[in-house]
């Protein structure tokens, strides 16, 4: 397979990104792809494992960095201050964007993988894009992020001004710009597949989220993952990348 680094300017920041391209592709064949989200304070290679996987499986798999989602940024131009939701599905729509408009990819094949917040915010851009997206999973998804703020900051004094969450510094608009977005309002217009992964011990995201997610989809499953926690173990992810396969095939031969 063939691993390619490229950026994508953007919204006045740079989305850093790379590829793995799958091998013995013909001259003018078209492929499908997955697009793979981290989650918060994560970086663009959490999912270099998978996408190698499913290249070897003729997927193309990119993966890419939030710009200001995690610590170890330093190419975006943006900082973990400026990031919140929204400026998140801004980075992921213009990855897409740009994926789509290659030659080699088949347009209407496009699938996204997120994890927690990378998976809420894949959710939030499949709402919008809606039939641009054919299938997506979602890894632990941090449903829980759009749903308890006001258990978070009961106050508005509480939202004003920088704070740290989980030792990342945040800018009080991170909670701001979406304490009137009510996620379970903006669920169930995306009408194509949805594949839900969730461990039983999840501690950070209980998997009652997910169990509720699912309800507002017209095809979802929820695939539980005994004993494991918000981060599959190694034997887990290789699971979850065997589930994921599957679904994809399964997505692509409904045609």
Request: aromatic share 14%; with cysteine; hydrophobic share 35%.
């Amino acid at each position: 397979m063939h691993k390619k680094e490229f950026k994508i300017p953007h919204h006045g920041r740079i989305s850093d990104c790379f590829y793995y391209k799958p091998d013995n592709m013909q001259e003018g064949e078209k492929c499908p792809v997955v697009i793979f989200s981290h989650g918060f304070d994560g970086f663009k290679r959490d999912f270099r494992t998978s996408a190698k996987y499913y290249a070897g499986a003729g997927i193309c798999g990119v993966c890419h960095g939030f710009c200001g989602g995690g610590r170890k940024d330093e190419t975006s131009g943006f900082s973990t201050r400026q990031m919140n939701h929204f400026t998140e599905m801004e980075d992921l729509i213009s990855v897409i964007d740009e994926v789509t408009s290659w030659d080699w990819i088949d347009e209407t094949k496009v699938f996204l993988l997120g994890s927690s917040m990378g998976g809420l915010v894949s959710a939030m851009t499949a709402e919008k894009l809606k039939d641009r997206i054919r299938g997506l999973i979602l890894l632990f998804p941090a449903f829980c992020m759009l749903d308890n703020q006001e258990t978070r900051f009961p106050k508005p004094e509480h939202m004003e001004g920088d704070f740290a969450f989980w030792g990342v510094p945040l800018g009080h608009q991170f909670f701001e710009v979406s304490k009137d977005y009510v996620i379970w309002e903006h669920l169930g217009s995306f009408e194509n597949p949805v594949l839900f992964m969730h461990g039983t011990a999840d501690n950070i995201v209980p998997i009652h989220y997910s169990y509720k997610a699912k309800t507002f989809y017209k095809d979802a499953r929820l695939e539980t993952f005994l004993d494991e926690n918000h981060g599959f173990t190694k034997e887990g992810n290789r699971r979850m990348e065997a589930m994921g396969l599957y679904f994809i095939h399964d997505c692509l031969g409904r045609e």
